[in-house]
């Protein structure tokens, strides 16, 4: 059973910076790319960032372009969204998503986490 | 970037009726569109994926149709469950999602 768990959320100042983790379990994580997805009242449901399973390529939304970074570590089953010069649009839950595909960034999502919430306010 | 349009924004029909979602893109992305529920407090859930593909579990009652720029999701006879939000999501391009569909109960 494909478990994912993100954490790091919190309530953040314009301009902070944030880390985002993903434990990922219950299927072979290194044989997938992985996403980020975001949620807010203000976007819907958002495409933010993908990370190719050895991690040598990232693609980002023009949103987060410059701003955000994701990076993985196979050896833990884990994946990270570091999130620097925040801004109050990027408030929202953020979700660690496993696509159906194990390759591509045109992907469908069959398994996400819970979700993180980030709150940038003043 | 392929925008997603969906509608009735809100659908309000009683147990046993039937539901008609419309997803509409920008432009055509063939038939790579997928359907997901969302109920509150949880994570979106794969329903549908390349227009009628059910993912596993999905009764029959949640059915896909569509192709180029113009999708449907169809719930027959609805049950209290299916109370959720609704989102199509294409794969044509870089992902995009529809700003979703309330059914309510």
């Known amino acids: 059973q494909v478990h994912l768990v993100e954490s790091g959320g919190g309530v953040v100042q314009p301009g902070g910076s944030l880390r985002l983790s993903c434990v990922a379990s219950g299927f072979a994580f290194s044989d997938y790319a992985m996403h980020w997805v975001r949620q807010s009242p203000g976007r819907g449901l958002e495409w933010l960032t993908h990370i190719r399973n050895d991690g040598t390529n990232q693609w980002y939304a023009d949103s987060v372009l410059g701003r955000f970074t994701i990076s993985r570590d196979n050896s833990k089953n884990t994946m990270d969204l570091q999130m620097d010069s925040l801004r109050p649009e990027d408030t929202g839950v953020y979700y660690c998503?496993?696509?159906?595909?194990?390759?591509?960034?045109?992907?469908?999502?069959?398994?996400w986490g819970l979700g993180t919430q980030v709150t940038v306010s003043s | 970037e392929i925008v997603l349009t969906q509608s009735p924004a809100t659908l309000s029909l009683s147990p046993g009726e039937r539901a008609t979602l419309s997803c509409r893109a920008s432009q055509s992305v063939s038939t790579y569109l997928a359907w997901y529920q969302q109920k509150p407090g949880q994570a979106p859930r794969l329903l549908i994926s390349d227009v009628s593909n059910r993912a596993t579990g999905i009764p029959a009652r949640f059915s896909g149709s569509g192709s180029g720029t113009d999708f449907t999701l169809v719930i027959t006879s609805l049950e209290p469950e299916d109370s959720a939000m609704y989102y199509c999501q294409q794969r044509s391009s870089w992902p995009s999602f529809g700003g979703g569909s309330k059914v309510e109960i």
């Open positions: 998503v496993k696509p159906v595909a194990a390759s591509g960034i045109r992907s469908y999502f069959d398994s």
